[in-house]
């Protein structure tokens, strides 16, 4: 009957329906201890809640993107699976022993770097654009390039007597008054021997497409940031003067 209850399954007669899972796993775990999994210390120490989940990466159309960067020269694909696969374009192999380049033959090196230079640029950067794509051009470099009001990136690739010589331009900051001021320059992703033909074949300056309500984001973003600032300066000036009044009053 149901007064005579044992006790593996009083729970479902003693309470509510919204308790029962809970219940069932409960006594679960105390009939079946050994079907409870233990995470062996000998093996691997036990992280407890301090756990984090595994990584994974951006899989899209089935393939995982891997250390992906930004690129605005990289062609849209199709929403579909299908991809477009160009004709096999046969390449020149490249001879990889040192002792065969000297200072004759040693222009037919490629090579590429990307670069980031921090600074404050007068004209939204237009100036200093037209003059960082005029070096570049005229060292008959290939890639993108994209310069802001705040900053100035790209990714360049030519023969190595060219990317030295506007490595050189870069670390030297040979850049002119009107177009404003270099900061800072970090250079990564260096690379020499890499074979023709080269991933880019023309040298493109990325413009600003952005929508005005990104814009404005953006914008209001800079301003709270600069309104932030101007009171901590107010108020260290204000406590700077309280100081120097409390200390000439002792």
């Not at 990584?55 to 891997?66: H, S, T, Y």
């Not at 990714?155 to 001021?181: C, I, M, P």
Request: glycine residues 6%; aromatic residues 12%; positive net charge.
């Amino acid at each position: 009957s149901n007064a005579q209850l044992c006790s593996s399954c009083w729970c479902h007669h003693s309470r509510d329906a919204s308790a029962m899972p809970i219940w069932d796993k409960v006594t679960l775990l105390k009939r079946l201890p050994q079907n409870t999994k233990k995470v062996n210390t000998q093996w691997r120490p036990e992280h407890g809640l301090l756990k984090f989940g595994k990584a994974f990466p951006v899989i899209k159309k089935g393939f995982p993107m891997l250390q992906t960067e930004w690129d605005p020269m990289k062609p849209k694909q199709a929403p579909g699976f299908r991809q477009y696969n160009p004709p096999f374009v046969a390449k020149v192999p490249m001879n990889r022993e040192s002792e065969f380049y000297n200072e004759d033959n040693h222009h037919i090196l490629l090579g590429k770097f990307q670069f980031e230079a921090q600074g404050d640029y007068s004209q939204k950067g237009e100036v200093a654009e037209k003059e960082i794509f005029d070096v570049a051009f005229g060292l008959h470099l290939v890639g993108w390039l994209i310069v802001r009001s705040r900053f100035m990136r790209g990714h360049v690739q030519g023969d190595t007597f060219a990317l030295s010589y506007f490595r050189r331009w870069l670390e030297e900051k040979h850049l002119s008054q009107e177009a404003g001021k270099m900061d800072w320059v970090r250079l990564w992703a260096e690379n020499t021997g890499l074979e023709a033909p080269l991933q880019y074949r023309h040298l493109v300056c990325a413009k600003d497409k952005r929508r005005y309500k990104n814009k404005k984001v953006h914008i209001i973003a800079q301003l709270e940031g600069l309104q932030i600032k101007r009171f901590q300066e107010d108020a260290n000036s204000r406590r700077q003067a309280d100081q120097e009044l409390w200390l000439s009053k002792r």
